[in-house]
């Protein structure tokens, strides 16, 4: 007869454990130029490279926020020598890619290139982020093709409940509380675009960060061309924003001939620099964000009144707010509503239980290792907390909430933030 010895017991749930210690890769700081903060992570085993420059350019800078957008997009679509297809070609023969993105505060141009093309690509971008042309064909094009989605998104009702939410949430004049009207596409003019590039896009108003196999001869390479980029003495590092003094409301807004209703239920809360901000974040985890958390268990799964329901606290840079967002259909959503508000009054009046904690704390562990898996992803990551003055240090302290959150810590945080009659309500559909 054979024995298996040390076999596991699978009748039993395994111990919750951690790594003592998480070896977090430490970026650096240096700086190249007079004025060009650079930040290097070197690490991994592939000839792959990527170059982030961040600009304090967000939509909040223009009181047309499709002015910033169109800037950021439109930044590879041509310079004073260089057509968008040629550029595209370029970065085609090299094996290279750009991306750009477009947030409330910062706006990026990222290159992923190979190292042995490190200088051809790179001098590329230069030419792209300053000298960029902005050609009214691509203007045009780009004002046609957003347009169209936004009639579309129009009739789509989370998107209009996620408009209608800021705006109630914040105010509508609020910078975080601002959207896109109909009206803004017909205010855009190509002067416009060139001010704000020459006001934004410079070296006194951005920073730079390389991540991957970084070679001394990639440092020599970036100096050289970032001595070239002009100054200015305007730093729009931050925009003075004032938390607004706003009361719970509800909202219903009615879109004909749809099927289904969007529902967003939150307030405004705190952001990454605040102490509370990760047993916060654990807080959202256990009520929707992961698939087994208590509204997908309730309101998906038990009672089938929605597809889909998320809940989660977004930072931004001057604060930050808790929403909870869900689709339901017509007939049922009023019922879905009495379940979120039955389980944000059930966080912060009942103690979790201990398997419901564990199960928490081992998807939350799993999922911020994952921020941590190579050079690209944890660049990511120090790219969201920069613009805080943060360092690896702000990870650390949360795998330290996340190990030693309690029942007691979650009453606490909820009973403070997460309190149902101080929520705004908003729900949009027929």
Known sequence: MIKFMNMPNRRS????????????????????????PVYLLNSGDQDILKLDFVFNAGNIYHENSLIPEITNALIDKGTTLLSSEKISENFDFYGA????????????????????????????????????FFPQSEIDIFLKNKYQSFLINQQKTDAVSTEIFAESIFGKNHPYGISVKENDFKNVERGQILNFYREYYNASNMFVMLSGKIKDEHLLILKSFLNQVKRSDTNHLKKDIQIPEKKAVKIFYKIE????????????????????FFNLNICSVILGGYFGSRLMTNIREDKGYTYGIYAGNVSLLELGFFVISADSSKDVYKKALEEIYKELKKIRTVPVGNEELIRVKRWLFGNIIKIFDGPLALS????????????????YRYLEAIKNISPEIILKTAQTYLHEDTMTEVTVGA
Do not use: C, M, R, W
């Open 257 to 276: 001939n749809t099927v289904q209703v969007s529902i967003k239920v939150g307030k405004i809360t705190i952001n990454k620099l605040h102490p509370d």
């Open 380 to 395: 990511e990551a120090y790219k969201s907390i920069i613009s805080y003055n943060l360092t690896k240090d702000y990870f």
């Open 97 to 132: 890619y750009l991306e750009t993105e477009t947030g409330k505060h910062i706006v990026s141009v990222t290159l992923y290139t190979l190292n042995k093309y490190f200088k051809e690509t790179f001098q590329l971008l230069f030419e792209i982020l300053f000298d960029a």
């Open 13 to 36: 749930q395994p111990t919750f454990k951690t790594s003592e210690k998480i070896d977090i890769k430490e970026i650096q700081k240096i700086l190249l130029t007079d004025s060009v």
